[in-house]
């Protein structure tokens, strides 16, 4: 069994699956950290050399190769559910859990991450708040139709994403 963590960037994801993977007896995999690992270079750098078109095809083959594995909590970069095959493969995989925020978390949570405009290209001409609002309108969508279970964050810790994570997942999940 796999459980994915889906949302926007700056929802936690990174930050929630290491201490969820830990409390299920788990590995963990970072989707975006592995893309960068397996390319050698940042997202900024993948978006610039070969577009987003480039990246998602080197997300689509990390999402796969990882969603075959068992025992695993993937935190999936926040496009990954673009790609139907993906979203289905997840879906195939085990639990897929939206972790949901408000324009205002997610703006806030961006800006505290000294490595974003380092690491991560702007999505639309702008990026800021009117990026973050542009992409949730597109994506929420299909992060709603994509999860089994959705966890609100806003004003949460950690800890508390990750305990009522576990309180919602399948009773069997720490055997399978």
């Not at 969603?67 to 990954?80: D, E, P, Y």
């Not at 195939?92 to 324009?103: Q, T, Y």
């Not at 708040?129 to 929420?140: A, D, F, V």
């Amino acid at each position: 069994m796999i459980v994915t963590l889906i949302g926007y960037r700056g929802t936690g994801k990174t930050s929630v699956a290491p201490p969820l993977a830990l409390q299920l007896g788990f590995d963990v995999i970072d989707a975006d950290a592995e893309i960068e690992r397996r390319a050698g270079r940042t997202i900024r750098e993948i978006f610039a050399d070969q577009g987003e078109a480039g990246f998602r095809a080197r997300e689509r083959e990390v999402m796969a190769d990882y969603l075959t594995k068992s025992r695993l909590v993937i935190a999936a970069g926040g496009g990954a559910v673009l790609n139907p095959d993906t979203r289905a493969a997840m879906r195939a995989a085990g639990p897929v859990v939206w972790l949901r925020a408000s324009v205002d978390t997610i703006e806030r949570q961006i800006a505290a991450d000294a490595t974003t405009r380092q690491r991560r290209p702007n999505l639309t001409t702008g990026g800021g708040r009117g990026e973050i609002e542009e992409m949730l309108k597109l994506r929420e969508p299909i992060y709603h139709d994509c999860a089994t279970i959705t966890v609100d964050i806003d004003g949460r810790s950690i800890a508390a994403i990750v305990e009522e994570i576990l309180l919602c997942l399948p009773p069997k999940t720490r055997e399978a």
